[in-house]
T-cell receptor, first 114, second 114 residues
Framework: DGGITQSPKYLFRKEGQNVTLSCEQNLNHDAMYWYRQDPGQGLRLIYYSQIVNDFQKGDIAEGYSVSREKKESFPLTVTSAQKNPTAFYLC?????????????FGPGTRLTVT | KNQVEQSPQSLIILEGKNCTLQCNYTVSPFSNLRWYKQDTGRGPVSLTIMTFSENTKSNGRYTATLDADTKQSSLHITASQLSDSASYICVVTGTQTGANNLFFGTGTRLTVIP
């Protein structure tokens, strides 16, 4: 997990509520990423940020939002517009932008929405 | 379409035995291939990385091979230990810049039993 922390480890929410997942890194990495992992599927990219105050949509950005106000922090908000939010969420960071720099992953947050 | 397929989906072996996991990909043009180990409820951790010109790479009891001509890779685990129980994910990178140029396999779930 290196110097990447995600909190909380487990998160439970009612349908219709927004929820924010935390991701912090002390590796001095410029780039940060959010992935979603579902059973039987590969990791899917939600959002990524190459530098502070800049971020780009990944393959499945609908229903999610992010901010990058500080280099070490990249929180992900799962909005009520996300139709199937229950999943395991992984944050990652790298020195430079992937794929040409190795990504280091956090321990993940398991979100359950009922 | 760029795809990464892993087999088998799951595998159970006795402690001390060897095993081989497979990864086939269609990503083109190809840059590199990584194998990750993901413990249950944790983030993936890199085991090996191989570029186009490399045929084999070892990391302790883990040995990865790559045949770029047939677009196949394997991960061989020698003298398995209970701690090897995890999911093993193959990740293939294309040559283009961009965080969405990483292609993740669905993983092989390995269980090592005493």
């Amino acid at each position: 997990d290196g110097g990447i922390t995600q909190s909380p480890k487990y998160l439970f929410r009612k349908e219709g509520q927004n929820v924010t997942l935390s991701c912090e890194q002390n590796l001095n990495h410029d780039a940060m990423y959010w992935y979603r992992q579902d059973p039987g599927q590969g990791l899917r990219l939600i959002y990524y940020s190459q530098i502070v105050n800049d971020f780009q949509k990944g393959d499945i950005a609908e229903g999610y939002s992010v901010s990058r106000e500080k280099k070490e922090s990249f929180p992900l908000t799962v909005t009520s517009a996300q139709k199937n939010p229950t999943a395991f969420y992984l944050c990652a960071s790298s020195t430079g932008l992937a794929p040409h720099y190795e990504q280091y992953f956090g321990p993940g947050t398991r979100l359950t929405v009922t | 379409k760029n795809q990464v397929e892993q087999s088998p989906q799951s595998l159970i072996i006795l402690e001390g035995k060897n095993c081989t996991l497979q990864c086939n990909y269609t990503v083109s043009p190809f840059s590199n291939l990584r194998w990750y180990k993901q413990d249950t409820g944790r983030g993936p951790v890199s085991l090996t990385i191989m570029t186009f010109s490399e045929n084999t790479k070892s990391n302790g009891r883990y040995t990865a091979t790559l045949d770029a001509d047939t677009k196949q890779s394997s991960l061989h685990i020698t003298a398995s230990q209970l701690s090897d129980s995890a999911s093993y994910i193959c990740v293939v990178t294309g040559t283009q810049t961009g965080a969405n140029n990483l292609f993740f396999g669905t993983g092989t779930r390995l269980t090592v039993i005493p």
